[in-house]
C-alpha cells in the first residue's frame, strides 16, 4: 500500500480509529492490532513475502529468547551469527543472487574460462533491506547486552513490522522503537496535530516536488544520448530534487503516522542539501541508514580510530556497502566510493566535524562563505546522483562527458520545457520554505505557527491544493526498489 | 481525542464536499465515451460494422464511407482487453453484426492501456462503460483519475465557456485531427516511434503482455467465428519518419503474430497499411494519425475490401 494511495486514506482512518478507540484499554490488544494493520499494510503489494517477515520475526525473537540465558561466549557467538545469516541470506538471495551470478561469470570468461549459470526470475520484496537491518539491529543490541531481549512477541512483531516504517525506514533501533510498545500510549492532541502537519508536507514533498521532477529526469536521463550538456544538468538537479522530496517525503509521512499513534521514530533526513560539507551532508541524508552502518559497522572495524590507511579503508568499506545496499548494481558501488573520495580529506584532516549547527543558525541569510560551501557540496552531490541514477556506468560517463562538452553552454531543449519552467518555480519555492524552517524538525514544523487560525488553515488548504493540482495518479518511492 | 477529530473533520469537510461536487460536474460533462456507449445500448443491434482499436481506428475510419451500417467504437489508446470488454458487453445486443475492424498497431501487441502514461483513461470505461475492470480505487472516479487543474479546465470549458466536449461525428469519427492544423511529419515521425517502441520486449514485463495480448486476439476470433462474423485485422498506415525509427524486431513480431493468428481462422483476413503507397504525405495528420483527407480515403479502401470479401 502507497502512502500516496486512496487506498491508505481509507485505512489510516479506519486503524486509527480502532486503535483509540476499541483496543485502546488493552496495550496488548493495541499492539496486536499494528501488527495486523502492517500485514494487511505489507499484504497489499504481495501477501506472498508476509512469510519473510514473519520467519523474521520468529527467528530473530528466538535468538533474542536464548541469547538471554546462555552465557557461554561461543554459543552466544554461534546465535548471533544464526541471525546474521538468516537475515542476510534473505536480502542476498533476493537482492544480489542475480547480479554476483553475473559478476562471476563476467569475471571467469575474462579469463578464459566459460561458466554456465542460470540467473533466477526473482522480484525484490518491497522494504526487505529496511526490516532486515532493523531486525538485525535488535539482535546485535541483545548480544551486546544493550538491550534486554523481549519477553513479548506480539510487542516484538509489531516493532519488526510497525507499517508507517516497514517499506522504506527510517530503520528504527531496537533501543528506540522496541520499549514503545511496553508502555501504554496516550493520545496527545499536539503530537497528533504535529503528526498530521507532517504528513502533509511529507505528501507536498513527494507529490508535488518529487513526482514532478522525476517527469523531467526519466525524460532527460532515459533519452541522454539526444540531449546536450546544459540540459543533461538540469536532469540532474531534477533528479537531486526528486530523490529528496520522493525520500525525505516519505520519511516525514512515516514519522508523521506514527505520532498519531503515539511513537516517536527517529530523525531521518535534516536538511541536507543546506550542507556545508560532505562530512555534514551524511549527518543529514538517510541518517538512519549512516547511523546503522556508523554503530554496526565502522565503529566494529576500527572506526576513525588507528592510522591513516585504516582510516582510509574503513571509510571506503562503509561507503561502499552503504551504495552496495541500495541495489545490485556497480553504479551505486560508484556512487558509494564516490562519497568516500569527497569525505576522506575531511577526516584525515580532522575537519569532519566542523559543522555541526544548522547553517546560520538564527539568521535569514547565510554569509557568502557558508553559501559558496554551500553550493560546492551541493555540486558534489548532484555529480554523484549522476551515477546513482545511470542504468550503468556506461551510461553514466557518456552522462558526464556531455556534460563536460562545448553543449553545456548551449540552451537547455528538450519536451514539455514550459513545463518544466512550472516545476523549477515549484522547486525554488520549496526551497526557501525549507531554507525557513530549517532549525524545525521539518520545514513546516513552526512555519506559521503563530498566524492567526484562518490565515495558518489557508496555507494548509494551499498546501492540499497544490497536491491535488500538481499530482498525477500515485506513484512509486523510489526507497521501495532498494 | 474530540478536539483533534473536530478539527480534522472540519478541516477535511471543504475538501470532501469540493470533491464530490467537482465528480458531480465531470460526471455530467458529455463525452466520448458515454456518448458511444449511449450509441451502443440503443443501436448495437442495427450494426454490421463494427470498428474498434485506438486512435489508428478512432481517426482513421469515417463510418460515412461504409456501404453498410457501420460504427466506430474505437477510443484513444484503447487496448486489445477493452476492444473485447466492449464486445462482450453488447454481444447478445449485435444481431446484425457481420465484420470486425480491428487495427493491430505497432505498439498493438506490447501494450495494455493500463501499463501506460495514458492508465487514467481506465476510469471511462469503468464510469460510463460499466466495465469493472480495475482493482484501484482511483479508477472509480473522475476526480482522482486526472490533476485537479485538468478537471477545471473540463469542467470550466463545458459549464462556463459553453465549449463542446465531444470529439466524434454521431457515428464515433474523431474530428479533431484535420489537415488544415496537421503537426510536422519529420518530427512526429521520431517521437511517436520512439513512444511506441518497447524498451526490451523480451523483458518478462512485455512478454506478459504479449501473451495476453495474444490470447485476447485469439478469443476475439474466436467469438466472431463462432458468432458468424468477419474480422479485418490491419496494421495502418504511417508516414515514412514513423515507419523508418521502428524497432524491427517489434515490427516483425507484430506483423507475422497477426498474420500467422489470422491464417488459421477462416473468417480473419490480416491486411498490412503500414507501408502501402496509396497514402501520401497530405493524407496524415501525424506521422502515424490520418487526417480527414486520409481518413476518407481508408475508410474507402476497407469498404472494398469487405465487399469484395462477402
Not at chain 1, 561461543?74 to 542476498?92: D, E, M, Y
Not at chain 1, 541518517?287 to 554496526?296: A, C, E, G, P, V
Not at chain 2, 481517426?59 to 456501404?67: C, D, T, V
Request: net charge positive.
Amino acid at each position: 500500500m502507497l502512502f500516496n494511495s486512496i487506498d491508505f486514506a481509507i485505512f489510516l482512518p479506519i486503524v486509527f480509529l480502532l486503535y483509540w478507540f476499541v483496543t485502546n484499554k488493552n496495550l496488548k490488544l493495541q499492539n496486536l492490532l499494528i501488527v495486523v494493520a502492517s500485514y494487511v499494510f505489507y499484504g497489499w503489494w504481495d501477501w506472498r513475502f508476509l512469510s519473510l517477515i514473519v520467519f523474521s520475526t520468529v527467528v530473530d525473537y528466538t535468538v533474542g529468547r536464548k541469547l538471554r540465558n546462555e552465557e557461554k561466549q561461543l554459543k552466544r557467538k554461534i546465535l548471533l551469527w544464526t541471525s546474521i545469516l538468516v537475515n542476510l541470506g534473505f536480502l542476498g538471495f533476493f537482492k544480489y543472487y542475480n547480479f554476483f551470478l553475473d559478476n562471476f561469470i563476467t569475471a571467469f570468461s575474462f579469463f578464459g574460462q566459460e561458466i554456465q549459470g542460470n540467473s533466477l526470475n526473482i522480484i525484490l520484496p518491497v522494504g526487505i533491506s529496511f526490516y532486515t537491518f532493523q531486525t538485525l539491529s535488535y539482535t546485535i543490541d541483545v548480544y551486546k547486552r544493550k538491550l534486554e531481549p523481549t519477553k513479548d512477541f506480539i510487542a516484538f512483531s509489531a516493532f519488526v513490522s510497525f507499517f508507517p516504517q516497514l517499506v522504506a525506514g527510517p530503520i528504527e533501533r531496537a533501543t528506540n522503537l522496541l520499549p514503545q510498545f511496553y508502555n501504554k500510549r496516550t493520545f496527545d492532541y499536539s503530537k497528533a496535530v504535529d503528526g498530521m502537519r507532517q504528513i502533509l508536507w511529507g505528501l507536498f514533498k513527494k507529490i508535488v516536488i518529487a513526482d514532478n521532477c522525476a517527469e523531467f529526469a526519466n525524460q532527460i536521463f532515459n533519452n541522454s544520448a539526444d540531449m546536450n550538456g546544459s540540459t543533461l544538468v538540469l536532469g540532474a538537479l531534477f533528479f537531486t530534487f526528486q530523490i529528496y522530496g520522493d525520500f525525505s517525503g516519505y520519511s516525514d509521512i512515516a514519522i508523521g503516522t506514527s505520532r498519531l499513534f503515539g511513537f516517536d521514530l527517529m530523525r531521518n533526513f535534516n536538511f541536507p542539501y543546506f550542507s556545508r560539507d560532505i562530512a555534514e551532508f551524511w549527518r543529514r541524508w538517510h541518517i538512519s541508514l549512516s547511523t546503522w552502518f556508523r554503530d554496526y559497522l565502522y565503529i566494529p572495524l576500527g572506526g576513525s580510530r588507528g592510522g591513516t590507511l585504516m582510516k582510509v579503508r574503513n571509510t571506503f568499506i562503509i561507503f561502499i556497502v552503504s551504495g552496495f545496499w541500495h541495489g545490485p548494481n556497480w553504479t551505486f558501488i560508484v556512487w558509494g566510493a564516490l562519497n568516500a573520495i569527497y569525505f576522506l580529506p575531511l577526516l584525515l584532516t580532522n575537519n569532519n566535524r566542523n559543522n555541526l549547527e544548522t547553517v546560520a543558525q538564527g539568521k535569514l541569510l547565510p554569509s557568502i562563505k557558508e553559501l559558496s560551501f554551500m553550493i560546492l557540496t551541493f555540486g558534489l552531490t548532484v555529480f554523484a546522483w549522476i551515477f546513482f541514477r545511470a542504468e550503468n556506468i556506461g551510461h553514466a560517463i557518456s552522462y558526464i562527458s556531455e556534460i563536460l562538452s562545448l553543449s553545456l553552454f548551449s540552451i537547455p531543449k528538450f519536451a514539455g520545457m514550459s513545463r518544466a519552467l512550472t516545476t523549477i518555480i515549484l522547486v525554488a519555492i520549496f526551497v526557501l520554505v525549507e531554507w525557513k524552517g530549517r532549525e524545525g524538525q521539518y520545514a513546516i514544523s513552526h512555519f506559521g505557527i503563530k498566524w492567526k487560525r484562518p490565515i495558518r488553515y489557508a496555507m494548509y488548504y494551499a498546501i492540499i491544493i497544490a497536491i491535488f493540482w500538481f499530482g498525477g495518479k500515485e506513484q512509486q518511492f523510489i526507497y521501495f526498489q532498494f | 481525542m474530540k478536539q483533534f477529530l473536530t478539527k480534522v473533520i472540519i478541516i477535511s469537510l471543504p475538501i470532501l464536499f469540493g470533491a464530490i461536487f467537482m465528480e458531480f460536474l465531470l460526471r455530467n460533462t458529455p463525452n466520448d465515451y458515454l456518448f458511444k456507449k449511449q450509441y451502443l445500448d440503443k443501436n448495437s443491434s442495427e450494426i454490421e460494422t463494427l470498428i474498434l482499436g485506438s486512435s489508428h481506428s478512432f481517426y482513421g475510419f469515417n463510418p460515412e464511407y461504409f456501404s453498410s451500417n457501420t460504427f466506430n467504437a474505437s477510443h484513444i489508446s484503447q487496448s486489445l482487453n477493452y476492444d473485447f470488454e466492449i464486445l462482450k458487453k453488447y454481444q447478445d445486443q449485435f444481431k446484425n453484426l457481420k465484420t470486425i475492424i480491428l487495427p493491430i498497431s505497432y505498439f498493438t501487441l506490447f501494450g495494455k492501456l493500463e501499463a501506460g502514461s495514458e492508465s487514467w483513461r481506465v476510469k471511462n470505461y469503468i464510469i460510463y462503460y460499466g466495465l469493472n475492470s480495475s482493482k484501484s480505487l482511483i479508477d472509480y472516479s473522475e476526480v482522482l483519475s486526472n490533476r485537479i487543474n485538468v478537471n477545471i479546465k473540463r469542467i470550466a470549458s463545458y459549464y462556463v465557456l459553453g465549449n463542446s466536449t465531444i470529439s466524434c461525428t454521431d457515428l464515433g469519427w474523431g474530428t479533431s485531427y484535420n489537415s488544415k492544423n496537421a503537426r510536422d511529419l519529420a518530427e512526429t515521425g521520431k517521437t511517436a516511434s520512439k513512444r511506441h517502441t518497447r524498451e526490451d520486449i523480451n523483458s518478462d514485463k512485455y512478454q506478459l503482455i504479449f501473451q495476453e495480448n495474444i490470447f485476447i486476439l485469439e478469443s476475439i476470433i474466436q467469438w466472431s467465428n463462432k458468432n458468424n462474423v468477419k474480422i479485418l485485422l490491419f496494421t495502418p498506415p504511417a508516414f515514412k519518419t514513423y515507419r523508418q525509427n521502428l524497432n524491427q524486431e517489434q515490427l516483425k513480431i507484430t506483423i507475422n503474430t497477426s498474420s500467422d493468428i489470422c491464417s488459421k481462422y477462416d473468417n480473419c483476413i490480416y491486411d498490412n497499411l503500414l507501408s502501402d503507397t496509396n497514402f501520401v504525405a497530405t493524407d496524415f495528420y501525424d506521422a502515424d494519425h490520418l487526417s480527414e483527407i486520409g481518413a476518407k480515403k481508408l475508410s474507402v479502401l476497407i469498404n472494398e475490401r469487405i465487399n469484395k470479401w462477402k
